[in-house]
């Protein structure tokens, strides 16, 4: 049996192109010998432009002859055909006690934390806010190390231009993540939609206290449907969903209990011990 995660990306590797022909070559052998192939689906297909038509390729082979395919999204499971066996887990999330980390302050309103890449959509929601005279509006920070040239000097223009934009651009370690997330009210993905199912970040976003948005799709609907977070349609009903966040005067749900016991059901070991069971059968 082989388990294989995040194959669709290995065109964008060190000489990928020949990694990627002999994979194809490879699977076709496992398979002719019996082997079991097993897939975690993590998008609908790569967040990156970079060897497209090879990716597609690999993406088309693993959809339709995978022995099983794991899903972290229910979405994930309209994209792989019938024809193949497929399941949805979600995502596994280390547990991690960060309750005595919390600030008494708030200083900032939103806080979008991780690598910051063009699929992100990072700069299309300030440049939303711009475009509709909300730019001045919040305070944003932006903690991440960010990834291509282009795409840091858009967010530095942005953020020389509009002061209550505070942006970090590199790795921040745990630690200091921990306390800049409890020093905001909201932690905000606003990722593009065209490839998006799952999201390890918002997974370990659960466990710090302050409200989640993100787009409704993939996982941010999965568990918007089930309370635990808040999905926006588009960008207007995202501003207005933060605007509700940020006002006193409307009350919010305490959903600290639900999310709780989300989190125990799905550690990494509750994930491993539920997929042994289904490996053995296959």
Not at 19 to 39: N, V
Not at 184 to 202: D, M, N, R
Not at 237 to 261: F, G, M, T, V, Y
Request: a negative charge; charged letters at 25%; aromatic letters at 10%.
């Amino acid at each position: 049996m082989v388990y294989l995660n995040w194959i669709e990306d290995l065109p964008d590797k060190h000489r990928g192109v020949i990694q990627s022909i002999i994979f194809i070559l490879l699977m076709g052998f496992m398979k002719l010998s019996g082997k079991k192939i097993i897939w975690t689906l993590h998008n609908k297909t790569s967040h990156f432009e970079k060897n497209r038509f090879l990716k597609s390729i690999l993406f088309k082979l693993m959809l339709n002859h995978s022995d099983l395919v794991i899903t972290h999204a229910t979405d994930g499971l309209t994209v792989v055909p019938d024809s193949t066996a497929k399941i949805y887990f979600p995502h596994p999330v280390h547990f991690i006690n960060r309750s005595s980390n919390k600030p008494e302050s708030k200083n900032y309103d939103m806080i979008i934390w991780g690598s910051v890449n063009k699929y992100k959509g990072v700069d299309s929601f300030l440049h939303f806010l711009i475009e509709n005279d909300l730019a001045d509006t919040f305070k944003i920070l932006i903690a991440g190390k960010i990834a291509g040239s282009d795409l840091r000097i858009k967010l530095e223009n942005i953020r020389s231009e509009h002061r209550n934009i505070t942006l970090l651009d590199r790795f921040v370690e745990e630690i200091e993540l921990s306390r800049l997330i409890n020093s905001s009210k909201i932690i905000l993905f606003c990722y593009h939609e065209g490839s998006v199912l799952s999201s390890g970040a918002l997974m370990e976003s659960l466990q710090y206290g302050p409200a989640i948005v993100g787009p409704d799709v993939g996982a941010f609907k999965d568990l918007s449907g089930k309370g635990l977070i808040h999905a926006y349609k588009d960008y207007a009903d995202l501003i207005r969903i933060i605007e509700d966040l940020l006002d006193p005067s409307i009350e919010k749900k305490d959903n600290a209990h639900q999310i709780d016991a989300f989190v125990m059901e799905n550690t990494w070991d509750s994930f491993s011990h539920r997929i042994a069971g289904i490996l053995d059968q296959i």
